[in-house]
């Protein structure tokens, strides 16, 4: 099967978007060039909802929107219909000579969309599939599309062939269980071979065993009150549902493990961009201590100004200039044994008598009583300015004493010197502090800004849900391996005893061979798929070795540090140094070593199985050098049926020249995304809705469309995309 056409609606960022796939045997590569978020991983997701519905998107479609996120905005209505066509063609070869048949399949449905948390319901009953067969007559219906898609390309092999980048590690990712990562190996193998088939062969006959079974139960071929024949065949079914109910188990540890393993990395890629709950978490613990720094600012002010009116302040300033010199005086009068006196008014009321207290005459018209009088004025103002000093000393002892302000400062326990120069200290400190919060908000504002919106408590809980379901089935797979190898050895003495009992009755002859044919052809199926699994294995093992050295230089196991790489017998994919030693590839391993394994597993497998189907890869060679990204697409080029590859700008640097000699002209061409514009397309692409564009131009051209800023020509591109074309004409 390879594809030939693509025309996809309303699927995603692939709003109107039709793509035509190279299907040449001699130049079977498609490059679309595409930077992130234009489209890609949407390409390969819609041609395999076309294709398989439903279950081949992520999580089988649970909770995974198809329509364009802004379609209610853009479009304004609330229902977007999505539809997906493929064409495709079948080679065939019967006796009569190679033959190509053509097919168009379509799928659609509808998606209605609401203001809920999910933001959209997408009905099953909407959903249509038609397919048809291409012929020069018409297109003529095929009705089971189901069955005709399942035998042109089964879809066990979806994630074989349609891969990204990051998806093609789950074979050896770290991320998986030793035990997982080798049922994922083991079940690949089998995808390809379709030994599903030979499972469901394998079952048919099983029942058609118990069958007989049952009818020996008709012979009277009894062991006491026991039908043998009918516990065989009871036994037979037990086993059947157990087994059915182990492989889905089986199927659920494999689906829930990826799912755990997807969402663990999910977390891990945004724990090392910052938990964005953690920083919002820090930056309100900042805030609320800047609103206490704040608070406490605030009283510090508050006892700033009671200190500047607290009385110690005019004790302390005073004591040099009021205190202390008044304390002297008084002293000095207590040592004098003085006590302040007012002898003014007395002196004044001996003037207004007119007679000293001498006796003498104090008139003022008398020449000796003027002389008097005079001298009694002067002592009156002597006296005034003395009795003055010591009177004010005095009041000022008497009115500070009771409020014990008579205190020397040094002498108190705290003075306002030293409250002062605490309540300083306390503020520079507050200061400080809130310019280092300041910081601290800004800068944690700075860091939650560069954080995606991801929701890590969310992705924690689901983590937990999904490792409850994973737990569950583990124990149904213990539970059921426990009970099928009980039954499995009740079977066995059962049939021995049936035996035992056929050999003594003649009529029952003619069962008993055709129950052993049945036998024996389950006993060859079953020999058939091991035989096969491991003889194929064997074969992958070889043919991934030779392509992975090849891809990484290591031609010669002397030549590199890698020497070898095999599927071992319990099918686990390992790497050896040129030593012989082992090496674990998703520890030891190289990035871009780790892809070109993985890679060349798939690509083996694509070969041994003989299948034609079109490889579809997404970013392949996003860590790899020049050399080792040229040898590889070689390599899948080489290997593969059909190539599509969606290439970012980067990647395609260095293998200009390989791709046009793998490639037609008219098989490379350019995806763009309207809203790159304006921080990475050149020119205004007309429009606001978020769609891919496609354009012609190939991997060595740009146009007004899809001219981006940070790119330019690499020199002699212009040439060599004309000598291109003129070697093709």
């Not at 030793?178 to 099983?206: F, M, R, Y």
């Not at 008139?363 to 005034?384: F, H, M, T, V």
């Not at 560069?450 to 689901?462: G, N, Q, S």
Request: glycine share 6%; proline share 3%.
């Amino acid at each position: 099967m390879k594809i030939s056409r693509a025309k996809i609606e309303g699927f995603r960022t692939l709003r109107d978007v039709e793509l035509n796939f190279s299907t040449d045997k001699d130049r079977n590569l498609t490059v679309i060039r595409a930077a992130n978020e234009t489209g890609k991983t949407n390409l390969y997701r819609a041609l395999g909802w076309a294709l398989f519905g439903e279950s081949s998107l992520p999580k089988r479609g649970s909770g995974f929107r198809i329509s364009p996120l802004d379609w209610k905005a853009m479009e304004g209505e609330n229902t977007c219909k999505i539809s997906v066509t493929v064409w495709f063609e079948e080679e065939e070869n019967p006796p009569s000579g190679p033959e190509t048949k053509q097919y168009k399949m379509l799928r659609t449905t509808e998606e209605a969309l609401n203001d809920t948390e999910v933001g959209y319901i997408r009905s099953k009953n909407a959903e249509t599939v038609k397919l048809w067969q291409l012929t020069n007559a018409g297109n003529t219906p095929i009705d089971d599309h189901k069955s005709a898609v399942e035998r042109f390309f089964p879809q066990g092999l979806l994630d074989i062939y349609f891969l990204n980048g990051d998806e093609m590690l789950t074979f050896i990712s770290q991320d998986l269980t030793a035990a997982t990562k080798k049922t994922k190996v083991q079940n690949a193998i089998a995808e390809v071979l379709n030994l599903p088939i030979l499972d469901k062969s394998a079952g048919h006959i099983d029942k058609i065993a118990q069958q007989f079974n049952a009818s020996i139960g008709q012979l009277d071929l009894l062991e006491g009150n026991r039908d043998i024949g009918k516990e065989i065949a009871t036994t037979i079914a037990d086993i059947e549902k157990l087994t059915a109910e182990q492989k889905g188990a089986e199927e659920q540890i494999g689906n829930l493990s990826e799912d755990i393993a997807k969402l663990e990395s999910a977390l891990s890629n945004a724990l090392k961009t910052g938990n964005k709950e953690e920083l919002v978490k820090r930056k309100a613990d900042i805030t609320l201590r800047i609103e206490l720094i704040n608070e406490q600012e605030k009283r510090s002010a508050i006892r700033h100004s009671n200190l500047v009116e607290d009385s110690t302040l005019a004790v302390e300033l005073l004591w040099d200039h009021g205190f202390s010199r008044s304390r002297e005086i008084l002293d000095e009068m207590r040592n004098k044994d003085e006590i302040p006196t007012q002898t003014g008014p007395v002196l004044e009321a001996r003037k207004e008598v007119g007679i000293c207290f001498c006796g003498e005459n104090l008139d003022s018209e008398n020449p000796e009583g003027a002389k008097r009088i005079k001298y009694i004025d002067d002592l009156i103002q002597s006296s005034a300015e003395a009795d003055e000093q010591a009177i004010v000393a005095g009041d000022l002892y008497v009115e500070a004493k009771p409020q014990g302000l008579i205190v020397n400062p040094d002498s108190r326990e705290s003075s306002w010197s030293e409250k002062y120069s605490e309540l300083v200290r306390e503020r520079t400190k507050n200061k400080e502090a809130g310019e280092q919060a300041g910081k601290e908000l800004a800068d944690i504002n700075l860091e939650i800004s560069k954080v995606p919106d991801t929701d890590i408590a969310a992705l924690r809980t689901e983590t937990a849900s999904l490792q409850t379901k994973l737990d569950e089935q583990k124990d149904i797979k213990t539970k059921t391996t426990v009970q099928i190898d009980a039954l499995m050895k009740k079977r066995r003495e059962l049939e021995k005893e049936r035996d035992r009992a056929l050999g003594r009755d003649e009529k029952a002859l003619k069962q008993k061979s055709r129950l052993a044919i049945t036998e024996d052809i389950s006993t060859v199926l079953k020999r058939t798929q091991n035989k096969l699994r491991y003889d194929v294995r064997h074969s992958v093992s070889d043919t991934m070795n030779h392509l992975f050295l090849t891809m990484i230089g290591s031609h010669d196991e002397d030549a590199g540090i890698i020497g070898r790489a095999e599927v071992t017998e319990d099918f686990e994919i390992l790497a050896y140094d040129s030593h012989g030693y082992r090496l674990t590839p998703d520890i030891d391993l190289n990035g871009a070593s780790r892809r070109a394994l993985t890679m060349a597993f798939i690509l083996a497998l694509c070969k041994e199985s003989g299948i034609q189907a079109p490889n579809i890869i997404d970013t392949p060679t996003g860590v790899m050098t020049e050399e080792v990204s040229n040898e590889f697409i070689n390599q899948c080029v080489g290997s593969s049926s059909q190539l599509i590859l969606c290439l970012q700008h980067r990647e395609i640097l260095g293998m200009e020249e390989l791709i046009t000699k793998k490639a037609l002209p008219d098989y490379v061409y350019t995806l763009t995304i309207s809203k790159h514009y304006p921080n990475y397309l050149v020119n205004d692409p007309g429009t606001d809705k978020i769609s891919a564009q496609r354009c012609e131009c190939t991997h060595l051209e740009y146009c007004d469309a899809c001219e981006r800023k940070e790119q330019q020509l690499m020199n002699g591109a212009a040439e060599l995309h004309s000598q291109w074309i003129s070697e093709v004409q």
